[in-house]
Nanobody, 117 residues
């Protein structure tokens, strides 16, 4: 069964850290570009970080605070989030987009990250 599952969300105070994980089953993340897409209430879902092979991308809003990495042995991609702000509050979704097969694209179910004191 092909599945993408996020974990690691939870309530965190401003200035705190969280590490999100995106785990795949039924396919290999090596051949996919993986992105993290927070969806905040009342806003569009938009990507803040992506990893394609060894190249990484960060939106200006998270650059210097978030780090994306992949562990091919565990078939996971992590998002380390430091110095969290209330505006980072969102449901964080993981997306896998194939580098070789058009239309092979998967979303996880999301993990909630409320940043609040």
């Amino acid at each position: 069964q092909v599945q993408l599952v996020e974990s690691g969300g939870g309530v965190v105070q401003p200035g705190g850290s969280l590490r999100l994980s995106c785990s795949a089953s039924g396919f290999t993340l090596d051949y996919y570009a993986i992105g993290w897409f927070p969806h905040a209430p009342g806003k569009e879902r938009e990507g803040v970080s992506c990893i394609k092979n060894t190249s990484t991308y960060y939106a200006s809003s998270v650059k210097g605070r978030f780090t994306i990495s992949r562990d091919n042995a565990k078939n996971t991609v992590a998002l380390q989030m430091n110095r969290l702000k209330p505006e980072d509050t969102a449901v964080y979704y993981c997306n896998a987009n194939s580098l070789f097969m058009a239309g092979s694209n998967f979303w996880g179910q999301g993990t909630q990250v409320p940043v609040s004191s």
